[in-house]
């Protein structure tokens, strides 16, 4: 909102954070509190279908991308590819904002504008690393094109609260695109893999988190063309979820509730409920929040670059247990912190307090507890 007096900046242990490089003019402090999810997130159903665990939506089906190599590229099927392929196609947008590996990089993101669905074989997949994908919104705005943006939940969630508020933004970015999120790790997480592959980071190319199959295995390429690889169990797992920052441990919206359309990883489970992580053919969760949303799924559909079937929304539950479990957790947490005295987020319609009586007894003890010693502990 103020490129000229804020930045963002890398910092350890690997994550991004805004730092104030000039003065910023009156009022700035109100305007970004108007906006910001980081200080909370306000949920309106209207008309839609409100389920209390995942927010509005409108239609839910499970899919995957009509072009073979979308498919085995994306995290979970392409479907997300196969709509931005459909946008751009179809004169919808005429670019698309997206993460995409950084160059000097491998591990880490960069924030690019596509206008080609043929760039997209190197955006495909899931890119488990600090992204700040709004810092392209000035660019977009004197770019003059019509775009689709692509973001996680709370990214979406605040262009959709700055494009409520301003007109031009609105016009310039008419599609928000979404995907369910579990935390952002630190770079330092993206070293630990290489720690375990027994890679140098300089010796690293090339580094892919996930797709290739589904789930896809995380995989970094060496300068001498070779490359070694790990289970998406270990890499996210094993490590990766091991250094999600602690906002992320207190987010109530991991499934872009403020997005037209999201997908997702539609698990298969075992009989316990748990996701299997075999590799197989990827199938994507596809989730219309909005009538836009619909229109432009079926749109991709009609146009024969997805393939769509109706979803059962209650088998949400078993396929993604850690949103379910940190959702019904969150209510622990927030009072932990506010006995502690640190600042919570302002949540309005998102049901925590229906949530977190499905949590149980044990469970909100330990959580409560679990965010009680780490604030102690720094």
Same mark, same amino acid.
């Given at each position: 909102?103020? &490129?000229?007096?804020?930045?963002?900046?890398?910092?350890?242990?690997?994550?991004?954070? #805004?730092?104030?490089?000039?003065?910023?003019?009156?009022?700035? %402090?109100?305007?970004?509190?108007?906006?910001? #999810?980081? $200080?909370?997130?306000?949920?309106?159903?209207?008309?839609?279908?409100? %389920?209390?665990?995942?927010? #509005?939506?409108?239609?839910?089906?499970?899919?995957?991308?009509? %072009? =073979?190599?979308?498919?085995?590229?994306?995290?979970?099927?392409? !479907? $997300?590819?196969?709509?931005?392929?459909?946008? $751009?196609?179809?004169?919808?947008?005429?670019?698309?904002?997206?993460?995409?590996?950084?160059?000097?990089?491998?591990?880490?993101?960069?924030?690019?504008?596509?206008?080609?669905?043929?760039?997209?074989?190197?955006?495909?997949?899931?890119?488990?690393?600090?992204?700040?994908?709004?810092?392209?919104?000035?660019?977009?705005?004197?770019?003059?094109?019509?775009?689709?943006?692509? /973001?996680?939940?709370?990214?979406?969630? !605040?262009?959709?609260?700055?494009?409520?508020?301003?007109?031009?933004?609105?016009?310039?970015? &008419?599609?928000? $695109?979404?995907?369910?999120?579990?935390?952002? &790790?630190?770079?330092?997480?993206?070293? /630990?893999?290489?720690?375990?592959?027994?890679?140098?980071?300089?010796?690293?190319?090339?580094?892919?988190?996930?797709?290739?199959?589904?789930?896809?295995?995380?995989?970094?390429?060496? =300068?001498?063309?070779?490359?070694?690889?790990?289970?998406?169990?270990?890499?996210?797992?094993?490590?990766?979820?091991?250094?999600?920052?602690?906002?992320? *441990?207190?987010?109530?919206?991991?499934?872009?509730?403020?997005? %037209?359309?999201?997908?997702?990883?539609?698990?298969?489970?075992?009989? *316990?409920?748990? &996701?299997?992580?075999?590799?197989?053919?990827?199938?994507?969760?596809?989730?219309?929040?909005?009538?836009?949303?619909?229109?432009? !799924?079926?749109?991709?559909?009609?146009?024969?670059?997805?393939?769509? !079937?109706?979803?059962?929304?209650? +088998?949400?539950?078993?396929?993604? #247990?850690?949103?379910?479990?940190?959702? +019904?957790?969150?209510?622990?947490?927030?009072?932990?912190?506010?006995?502690?005295?640190?600042?919570?987020?302002?949540? +309005?319609?998102?049901?925590?307090?229906?949530?977190?009586?499905?949590?149980?007894?044990? *469970?909100?003890?330990?959580?409560?507890?679990?965010?009680?010693?780490?604030?102690?502990?720094?």
């Amino acid at each position: 909102m103020f &490129p000229h007096a804020l930045a963002m900046r890398m910092e350890e242990p690997g994550f991004l954070r #805004p730092r104030q490089i000039s003065a910023l003019p009156v009022g700035a %402090d109100e305007a970004i509190a108007a906006v910001c #999810p980081g $200080l909370g997130v306000t949920v309106d159903a209207g008309s839609r279908t409100d %389920d209390t665990m995942w927010g #509005p939506y409108r239609r839910a089906w499970t899919g995957w991308s009509m %072009d =073979a190599s979308q498919r085995h590229r994306g995290a979970s099927g392409g !479907a $997300l590819t196969a709509v931005l392929t459909h946008l $751009l196609r179809s004169g919808v947008v005429q670019a698309v904002v997206q993460n995409a590996p950084d160059p000097n990089d491998p591990m880490g993101n960069r924030t690019v504008l596509s206008a080609d669905p043929a760039t997209f074989g190197t955006t495909a997949g899931s890119r488990y690393a600090p992204s700040a994908p709004l810092d392209a919104l000035p660019d977009i705005l004197a770019d003059g094109r019509r775009v689709a943006f692509v /973001g996680k939940p709370c990214d979406a969630a !605040a262009l959709a609260a700055i494009r409520s508020r301003d007109p031009v933004v609105a016009r310039a970015v &008419p599609v928000i $695109l979404s995907f369910f999120c579990a935390g952002v &790790p630190s770079t330092t997480g993206a070293r /630990g893999i290489l720690a375990a592959l027994d890679v140098a980071e300089t010796e690293v190319t090339a580094f892919r988190y996930r797709g290739n199959g589904w789930p896809g295995q995380a995989t970094a390429t060496l =300068a001498d063309g070779s490359s070694r690889s790990m289970s998406y169990h270990d890499s996210w797992g094993g490590i990766l979820s091991r250094h999600v920052q602690h906002r992320c *441990k207190i987010c109530a919206d991991g499934s872009g509730m403020a997005a %037209d359309l999201v997908c997702a990883d539609a698990w298969e489970v075992d009989e *316990k409920g748990y &996701p299997l992580f075999e590799e197989r053919e990827g199938v994507s969760l596809v989730l219309a929040r909005t009538v836009l949303g619909e229109q432009i !799924a079926e749109g991709a559909r009609a146009a024969g670059r997805l393939d769509l !079937a109706p979803f059962d929304m209650a +088998r949400l539950m078993d396929i993604q #247990p850690g949103q379910r479990e940190r959702r +019904r957790a969150l209510v622990a947490r927030l009072t932990a912190l506010r006995v502690l005295g640190r600042p919570i987020p302002a949540y +309005r319609g998102l049901h925590l307090a229906t949530l977190s009586r499905q949590l149980g007894l044990l *469970k909100t003890v330990r959580n409560f507890l679990g965010m009680l010693r780490r604030g102690l502990r720094k």
